[in-house]
């Protein structure tokens, strides 16, 4: 499990919502310490807000966790662990995805990826809200990246910011899902033009 820097979580319990530190995160996991024990119970589903502060905007992504356990962090804090929802699964029922291949210009923006930020990776499938990425190295879940690719139909190559939903080994790579963020009306309009330039169906 990962232990992000700078990562915050917004828990509602009791119809409250209360603020934490995001101090470990892996695919199907995320611990969140509070300044004071809170009233959860085991199975208890809670509205989990997860966020990245940037200087001038924050990334953030929200999701109905469910109550793992309460814990202690290390230096003591009281803290409780969740269990996430399956970002690929619900992110393949979500929208239609279309096989597509393509190079991809990629720069990780939030620094907690160690070595070069800039990347080359291929695309695997797109749709509305996103695509599947083969990447080099791992990129963890709420990493904000940025891509730059040619879609089909495209005259020039456009940029996207996204955000890491999952990522899982394959061979000596990577296979990430990444959703689009702040996407513009243009964009949008290219994208759903090349899912219809590829298989002739509309979003």
Request: aromatic share 4%.
């Amino acid at each position: 499990m990962l232990s992000p820097v700078g990562l915050w979580a917004v828990a509602t319990i009791a119809g409250r919502p209360i603020r934490g530190e995001l101090v470990g995160f892996s695919r199907r996991t995320a611990v969140v310490a509070f300044d004071r024990a809170q009233p959860v119970a085991a199975g208890q589903a809670i509205r989990l807000q997860i966020g990245i502060d940037h200087d001038h905007e924050p990334d953030e992504t929200t999701v109905v966790a469910r109550v793992l356990h309460v814990m202690l962090t290390r230096d003591g804090r009281p803290a409780i662990a969740f269990t996430l929802p399956d970002d690929e699964a619900e992110a393949r029922r979500g929208a239609v995805r279309v096989p597509f291949e393509t190079r991809i210009e990629l720069v990780v923006c939030d620094g907690r990826i160690g070595g070069d930020a800039h990347q080359r990776a291929q695309a695997i499938d797109l749709s509305a809200n996103g695509m599947s990425i083969d990447s080099e190295r791992e990129l963890p879940p709420l990493t904000t990246v940025l891509l730059r690719l040619r879609l089909p139909r495209a005259q020039a190559p456009m940029q996207f910011r996204a955000q890491v939903r999952w990522c899982r080994p394959r061979g000596n790579r990577y296979l990430c899902g990444v959703q689009f963020t702040g996407i513009k009306p243009n964009q949008a309009r290219e994208v759903a033009a090349a899912i219809v330039e590829l298989t002739g169906t509309t979003t």
